[in-house]
């Protein structure tokens, strides 16, 4: 297993268009997470799965993002209408139970 | 409200020198976790503390659980600019199950 991996590394999208993002998690971690992170500050709590089930949603997530993990494996974050404002690192994290989080690379989106 | 507080925010110090950086909250904590990011990466788990008064080491870092299992702290002797990234710490409180995140340690260490 080669960790979490994420696609794509960087995006550059104009103002209104819609972006999506894939996270790959470790094969046997049973919960993704998805959080968002501007330079220089922590991860902000976006959403997480156990397996296919969406537990838990952040309030910063407005109906312009969503999120997928069919079949429990690969996940995806969908931004409609993209804003200046939704610029940051986008991360995907899976874990085991509560033991600690393995982190991807991330995805740079940059709204232009 | 913040529940884990880090501090100091910023640190930029010479190689050689020794450091901590404090991870400090009101609330108990059944776990806490201490995570390294370098720039356009993912944080990466450096080490998880389970038990109040615990300490770990890992080379010339040095972790510690609070008695209280309320704060933690991350030491770290003779840091080497490849010690450069952001620290940030984050623990799993009462019934909640997702981390809480420190808003972390920016930490430069100049050669």
């Known amino acids: 297993d080669t960790g979490v991996s994420q696609n794509p590394r960087h995006k550059i999208t104009k103002r209104g268009q819609n972006v999506t993002f894939r996270c790959d998690p470790i094969s046997e971690h049973n919960r993704l997470y998805w959080y968002r992170q501007t330079l220089g500050q922590g991860p902000e709590f976006l959403t997480y799965f156990q397996n296919e089930a969406q537990l838990e949603k952040s309030r910063l997530l407005s109906d312009r993002f969503s999120a997928e993990r069919p079949k429990g494996s690969f996940s995806t974050l969908e931004i409609q209408r993209t804003e200046q404002g939704d610029s940051a690192m986008y991360l995907c994290a899976s874990s085991l139970g509560f033991a600690g989080y393995t982190f991807g690379s991330g995805t740079r989106l940059t709204v232009v | 409200t913040q529940l884990l507080e880090q501090s100091p925010q910023f640190l930029s110090i010479q190689e050689g020198e020794n450091l901590t950086v404090y991870c400090n909250s009101s609330s108990v904590f059944s776990s806490l976790q201490w995570y390294r990011q370098e720039p356009g990466e993912g944080p990466v788990l450096l080490v998880t503390?389970?038990?109040g008064g615990e300490v770990k080491k890992l080379k010339r870092l040095t972790f510690q659980f609070g008695d209280a299992r309320k704060d933690s702290s991350l030491h770290i002797t003779a840091a080497q600019p490849g010690d450069t990234g952001l620290y940030l710490c984050?623990?799993?409180?009462?019934?909640?199950?997702?981390?809480?995140w420190g808003l972390g340690t920016s930490l430069a260490v100049n050669p």
């Open positions: 503390v389970v038990t």
């Open positions: 984050a623990g799993f409180a009462g019934n909640n199950r997702k981390l809480i």
